[in-house]
Each structure stands twice: as structure tokens, then as C-alpha cells.
T-cell receptor, first 115, second 115 residues
Framework: AQKITQTQPGMFVQEKEAVTLDCTYD???????LFWYKQPSSGEMIFLIY??????QNATEGRYSLNFQKARKSANLVISASQLGDSAMYFCAMRVNFGNEKLTFGTGTRLTIIP | GAGVSQSPSNKVTEKGKDVELRCDPISGHTALYWYRQRLGQGLEFLIYFQGNSAPDKSGLPSDRFSAERTGESVSTLTIQRTQQEDSAVYLC?????????????FGPGTRLTVL
């Protein structure tokens, strides 16, 4: 079985500062994918970034980067130069490849950017 | 192009009534997923369709829950004899499995309230 743990229920960060959202995962499968989604108050789920278990380099998408430490089974999301619009819930999720395509989600971190 | 759509956006029903929730995936996406999100929590997987077959129904919480999909198109999630614990946002997602990222695109969700 897969499990995602997000230990930060809420975070407050000053605008323009960088922020790291923690995510650890557990799986015995060697091939998997890790995802981060953003959920604003409107409720939509917005895909941010993806990291494959065999990817050699950390994923980056604009201001988002994923700090992937495979041995530690961690996949932290780093948001650089935070903006007021970054205030939202952030979910880490995992998919084990081959067969079962479902995403297993963590409980989320509520990020609030302070002006 | 059009994203994933869901209807209704909100549904209020009385305990014991049946409800049907609808999902229209992105055209051409062969995979379709249903998730449930209780207030303040992460997403729980319910069921996964590949085409119109459902290889993974492991997340359906009870036999009151069922889902079907017509071809590689619309899906309906039916909850019979609704209970107050069924109150949640029901999210649908679709993807076009082709290995790699296989990103899931989410709809806006249906907020179900059982009185």
C-alpha cells in the first residue's frame, strides 16, 4: 500500500520569500510518480509539478521546484518568490506505475502568504 | 479546449434519497477517476475506469456506491440511500495514459450535502 504524509497542516509565509512544503511517501514499488497539486478556495485542483522515480534531476516548473530525495523518500515542494496568489491548499500525491493508476493523496498543507 | 466538467455543481438531498453525479471527461481521455474530498481533508480514491471497464473499484466505501461509464465518455456516480456521512465534494478526473507523467486533469467537483 502507498502512503503520503504531509506534516504541516498550515504555514504562514511573508510575500516574496521562498517556502518549502514537506512531503514524505512510502511505497515498496520501484516505479512511481510524485505530484503536487494546488487547490485554491474555489476548489479546483491545479497540477503544479511531477517527478518520476527514475528521473535523475529534480523537476522544475517556473517558480516551483521539487526537492526529490529518493533515499529519504521525500518530495518537498519549493515555491520561490511567493506571491499572494499562492495562498491555497497544497496536496502531495503519488501514483504507482503499472496497473493501478489511482493517485494517493496526503492530507494537505494550507499555505497563507502574508503581504 | 474544454476541460473536465461535472454536474450538478451543488446538490442538496435528504437522507435516504438516491443521487446521481455526472462527469464529462476531456475528449480523447481514456482513463477516468472519481475521488471524494471530505471537508478539510485530502482526496480519497473511489473508482478508476479505463475505457468503460472498471479495473479498480477498491475505493468505493459501500455497496450503496456504484459508477458506470459509457464508452470513453460520460461517467455517472450513483449513491443510493444517502447518509449524512456521504456529504463531501466529489471530484472527477481524466487522463490519457501514455506512460510518464500521465497527469490527471480534475473537474470542478460536485458538492453534495445530505441533510
Amino acid at each position: 500500500a502507498q502512503k503520503i504524509t504531509q506534516t504541516q497542516p498550515g504555514m504562514f509565509v511573508q510575500e516574496k520569500e521562498a517556502v518549502t512544503l514537506d512531503c514524505t511517501y512510502d511505497t515498496s514499488d520501484p516505479s512511481y510518480g510524485l505530484f503536487w497539486y494546488k487547490q485554491p478556495s474555489s476548489g479546483e485542483m491545479i497540477f503544479l509539478i511531477y517527478q518520476g522515480s527514475y528521473d535523475q534531476q529534480n523537476a522544475t516548473e517556473g517558480r516551483y521546484s521539487l526537492n526529490f530525495q529518493k533515499a529519504r523518500k521525500s518530495a518537498n515542494l519549493v515555491i520561490s518568490a511567493s506571491q499572494l496568489g499562492d495562498s491555497a491548499m497544497y496536496f502531495c500525491a503519488m501514483r504507482v506505475n503499472f496497473g493501478n493508476e489511482k493517485l494517493t493523496f496526503g492530507t494537505g498543507t494550507r499555505l497563507t502568504i502574508i503581504p | 479546449g474544454a476541460g473536465v466538467s461535472q454536474s450538478p455543481s451543488n446538490k442538496v438531498t435528504e437522507k435516504g434519497k438516491d443521487v446521481e453525479l455526472r462527469c464529462d471527461p476531456i475528449s480523447g481521455h481514456t482513463a477516468l477517476y472519481w475521488y471524494r474530498q471530505r471537508l478539510g481533508q485530502g482526496l480519497e480514491f473511489l473508482i478508476y475506469f479505463q475505457g468503460n471497464s472498471a479495473p479498480d473499484k477498491s475505493g468505493l466505501p459501500s455497496d450503496r456506491f456504484s459508477a458506470e461509464r459509457t464508452g470513453e465518455s460520460v461517467s455517472t456516480l450513483t449513491i443510493q440511500r444517502t447518509q449524512q456521512e456521504d456529504s463531501a465534494v466529489y471530484l472527477c478526473a481524466s487522463s490519457s495514459p501514455a506512460g510518464g507523467k500521465n497527469e490527471q486533469f480534475f473537474g470542478p467537483g460536485t458538492r453534495l450535502t445530505v441533510l
